[in-house]
């Protein structure tokens, strides 16, 4: 069994060498008959305008709902797993109760990090990067919220599903990607 990158766009490498850190067994997705192998996907960051449309197309979106598979999202992947977007019309995956709205903090000059406390991966701040970032502006009853940036959202749990609104992959700390790994061994 393998965790999954889904390869279609956005930060693809990035995430695939961290995992490679903790675990040899990681795969590229980029059709629905990858999803078989895999016993969790983490959806990178990138444009979500271009990510779910190409979900669709390759029919990934329907076999992750059949397969119930664990999905971590990132940035535009946060975007993806939420039930709503509040500030333009698109679909998503809707696996979280979460309403998000995207490029929230800004544009591209406007991305910025700054340390977050995640009791769920330890007491050392963990560096959020955030770029074009999306910010959790809703979570329903399920949702328990694991980091925040000045009082909004910013990792979110909700069962198996895990969505950041910043950039785990673009630091050199594994926590966060080993805290979704450790999510799978408990499903």
Do not use: W
């Amino acid at each position: 069994m393998y965790i999954g990158v889904l390869g279609l766009q956005g930060n693809v490498s990035e995430h695939a060498d961290m995992l490679q850190r903790i675990t040899k067994d990681v795969k590229v997705v980029k059709k629905a008959s990858d999803i078989k192998d895999l016993k969790g996907l983490i959806i990178p960051g990138g444009e979500s305008t271009t990510i779910f449309p190409l979900l669709k197309k390759y029919k990934i979106d329907r076999e992750i709902k059949k397969t119930n598979l664990p999905v971590f999202g990132t940035c535009a992947g946060a975007v993806l797993l939420a039930k709503e977007i509040l500030n333009m019309d698109q679909d998503t995956l809707n696996l979280m109760d979460t309403s998000v709205e995207r490029n929230a903090y800004g544009t591209q000059v406007d991305s910025f990090e700054t340390d977050l406390k995640i009791p769920a991966v330890g007491k050392k701040p963990f560096r959020g990067v955030f770029i074009r970032a999306p910010i959790i502006k809703r979570v329903g009853e399920g949702v328990e919220v694991l980091a925040e940036c000045d009082g909004d959202p910013v990792l979110a749990r909700q069962g198996k599903f895990l969505a950041a609104t910043f950039h785990p992959e673009l630091t050199d700390d594994v926590r966060v990607h080993e805290y979704f790994l450790n999510l799978l061994e408990k499903k």
